[in-house]
């Protein structure tokens, strides 16, 4: 125990029943600047170890020291003591105890205590402080009362360029919104009222899910979740809102603090309906143009291969009418050249009709049409082409098959020309109720929002799903890669 207690930074001193020392370790002895002495009574224990009332120099009371009261079973702290050393006056902490036999009666009191001007040379700092501080506060509040009407001016003027901004927001037809970090509206413009038929004050501090609905939502919510991860998101989707079905062009804008958390973002969200619309007849009259142009093509060469060959054949068999009765040998030429013509017509008809399908379909079905188109680009490019097929694959009308074909084949080749991706994976999944086409990339990716240089071709794939009522949904992000996802509904077997 005497260890235990040396190794302690505290003072320790243990006295009898009678007042008389019984242990003192060395930092108690110390601090007192002598031992104990056993022939001090307890009445003379303030004069003898100089022990005086902080800030006087009145001894302590006798009656009020933590030993003697810890004597009458009482646990005391004080922290009013000071101890008289050669030339200066050190402050100190007691705590009496009370140490009892096991008859419940007092044995000993233990009195601990420690020097404690660091902790008042702290608090004379603190109150310096404070009072320095309740200066500077005094004088600051004298400062900003004599500026008060300056602030009138500038709260004014701020005032009249938020209503100016609001005017500026709210003449835009473009929706615009401020949304925080937890999903909450703190603006919107007057656009967004009209589009979501709510008033603006039944809009702010509500969830975004709240306004514009569940469905549109989960279809916006990857691109929130970019948004307040502090990515900077542009895309396009066909959304329904309560105002009606839109195709809308958005962008979110992460809004940083100053530690650079997202506390929020800005969204502007622009309808062009009509703008993809328009895009999107241009797209058909230039896909009518051309098979006009094809059909025509098709005419002149019928007309220049087949016609020619029936005709050549009815020449012949007039021929062959005439002498099949007086030269049976120049009849057997006749009808010899008549088979050659025949055989040469129905070759150049199959020519042509081979013509209007791809000629990867004619050896198979979309499948293994697929497969060899992937095995075919695989020869001109460094990019890791994987091809996958999942399910049992069962047959497609053909009109379904050539434009699943001929969009997988755009998407390809776009993805090998325009993303410099390190992989392109194309999966055909054959379910019960419906076929999926799915080509992915790793590459450089876009703003959906913005069609990049071979936007006509992603229009054309809009516009062929659409001719065979496929779903067609295209997801990219800069930096992220590209996917085409098409959807067909398989028909019943009947």
């Given at each position: 125990?005497?260890?235990?207690?040396?190794?302690i930074?505290?003072?320790?001193?243990?006295v009898d029943t009678?007042?008389?020392p019984?242990?003192?370790?060395?930092?108690g002895?110390?601090?007192l600047?002598?031992g104990m002495?056993p022939?001090?009574?307890?009445?003379?224990?303030?004069?003898?170890?100089?022990?005086?009332?902080?800030?006087?120099?009145?001894p302590?009371?006798?009656?009020?020291l933590?030993?003697?009261r810890?004597?009458?079973?009482?646990?005391?702290?004080?922290?009013?003591?000071?101890?008289?050393?050669t030339?200066?006056?050190v402050?100190i902490?007691?705590?009496?105890t009370?140490?009892f036999?096991?008859?419940?009666?007092?044995a000993y009191?233990?009195?601990a205590?420690?020097?404690?001007?660091?902790?008042?040379?702290?608090e004379?700092?603190?109150?310096?402080?404070?009072?320095?501080?309740?200066q500077?506060?005094?004088?600051?509040?004298?400062?900003?009362?004599?500026?008060?009407?300056?602030?009138r001016?500038?709260y004014?003027?701020?005032?009249l360029?938020?209503?100016q901004?609001?005017?500026?927001?709210?003449?835009?037809?473009?929706c615009?919104s401020?949304?925080?970090?937890n999903?909450?509206?703190?603006?919107v413009?007057?656009t967004?009222?009209?589009?979501?038929?709510?008033?603006?004050?039944e809009?702010v501090?509500?969830?975004?899910?709240?306004i514009?609905?569940?469905a549109?939502?989960?279809?916006?919510?990857p691109?929130?979740?970019?948004?307040?991860?502090?990515?900077?998101?542009?895309?396009?989707?066909?959304l329904?809102?309560?105002?009606?079905?839109?195709?809308?062009s958005?962008?979110?804008?992460?809004?940083?603090?100053?530690?650079?958390?997202?506390?929020?973002?800005?969204?502007?969200?622009?309808?062009?309906?009509q703008q993809r619309n328009a895009?999107?007849?241009?797209?058909k009259?230039a896909?009518?143009?051309?098979?006009?142009?094809?059909?025509?093509?098709?005419?002149?060469?019928?007309?220049?291969?087949l016609a020619?060959?029936f005709?050549?054949?009815?020449?012949?068999?007039g021929?062959?009418t005439?002498?099949i009765?007086?030269?049976?040998?120049?009849?057997?030429?006749?009808?010899?050249?008549i088979?050659?013509?025949?055989?040469?017509?129905?070759a150049?008809?199959r020519r042509?009709v081979?013509?209007?399908?791809?000629?990867?379909?004619?050896?198979?079905?979309?499948?293994?049409?697929?497969?060899?188109l992937?095995?075919?680009?695989?020869?001109?490019?460094?990019?890791?082409?994987i091809?996958?097929?999942?399910?049992t694959a069962y047959?497609?009308?053909?009109e379904v098959?050539n434009?699943?074909?001929r969009i997988?084949?755009?998407?390809?080749t776009?993805a090998?020309?325009?993303?410099?991706?390190?992989?392109?994976?194309v999966?055909?999944?054959?379910e019960?109720?419906?076929c999926?086409?799915?080509?992915?990339?790793?590459?450089?990716?876009?703003?959906?929002?913005?069609?990049?240089?071979?936007?006509?071709?992603?229009l054309?794939?809009s516009e062929?799903?659409e001719?065979?009522?496929?779903q067609?949904?295209i997801?990219?992000?800069?930096?992220?890669?590209?996917?085409?996802?098409?959807?067909?509904?398989?028909?019943?077997?009947?």
């Amino acid at each position: 125990m005497a260890q235990f207690l040396e190794a302690i930074p505290v003072a320790i001193v243990v006295v009898d029943t009678a007042g008389r020392p019984y242990y003192t370790n060395q930092r108690g002895i110390e601090l007192l600047g002598q031992g104990m002495d056993p022939s001090v009574t307890p009445d003379q224990i303030p004069e003898a170890y100089q022990l005086y009332l902080a800030g006087t120099d009145q001894p302590y009371p006798t009656e009020d020291l933590p030993v003697i009261r810890a004597l009458t079973g009482e646990r005391t702290t004080v922290d009013d003591m000071e101890i008289c050393q050669t030339n200066s006056m050190v402050p100190i902490e007691v705590w009496g105890t009370p140490v009892f036999n096991e008859q419940g009666h007092v044995a000993y009191a233990m009195v601990a205590f420690q020097d404690i001007t660091e902790r008042r040379q702290a608090e004379q700092l603190l109150a310096n402080y404070n009072y320095t501080l309740e200066q500077q506060v005094a004088e600051r509040t004298a400062a900003l009362q004599e500026s008060e009407a300056v602030l009138r001016d500038v709260y004014d003027e701020l005032r009249l360029r938020e209503q100016q901004l609001r005017l500026i927001t709210d003449a835009l037809p473009v929706c615009i919104s401020y949304i925080d970090a937890n999903r909450c509206y703190q603006f919107v413009n007057q656009t967004y009222e009209e589009w979501f038929g709510c008033r603006r004050d039944e809009i702010v501090g509500r969830y975004a899910r709240e306004i514009i609905g569940e469905a549109a939502y989960q279809a916006v919510k990857p691109y929130i979740d970019r948004a307040l991860a502090g990515q900077i998101t542009i895309y396009e989707a066909e959304l329904p809102y309560p105002s009606g079905t839109r195709y809308i062009s958005g962008s979110l804008i992460p809004d940083f603090d100053a530690n650079h958390q997202v506390r929020g973002y800005y969204g502007l969200i622009t309808d062009i309906t009509q703008q993809r619309n328009a895009a999107l007849r241009e797209l058909k009259q230039a896909e009518e143009t051309t098979i006009l142009n094809e059909r025509n093509r098709m005419a002149r060469e019928i007309h220049d291969t087949l016609a020619q060959t029936f005709t050549g054949i009815l020449v012949q068999v007039g021929a062959t009418t005439q002498v099949i009765t007086d030269d049976l040998e120049a009849a057997q030429f006749h009808l010899e050249m008549i088979d050659e013509l025949a055989r040469t017509g129905l070759a150049e008809a199959r020519r042509s009709v081979t013509a209007l399908r791809p000629q990867l379909l004619e050896e198979g079905d979309l499948s293994s049409a697929l497969h060899r188109l992937v095995t075919q680009m695989r020869a001109s490019t460094d990019t890791a082409l994987i091809y996958e097929v999942q399910g049992t694959a069962y047959s497609l009308p053909a009109e379904v098959e050539n434009n699943l074909l001929r969009i997988g084949q755009e998407a390809l080749t776009n993805a090998i020309k325009y993303a410099h991706a390190r992989e392109i994976r194309v999966e055909l999944v054959y379910e019960d109720t419906r076929c999926i086409l799915r080509v992915k990339d790793d590459g450089q990716g876009f703003g959906v929002g913005s069609i990049p240089s071979h936007g006509f071709g992603l229009l054309g794939m809009s516009e062929r799903a659409e001719r065979v009522g496929a779903q067609l949904t295209i997801s990219s992000y800069p930096g992220q890669g590209t996917e085409i996802f098409i959807t067909i509904q398989r028909e019943p077997a009947s």
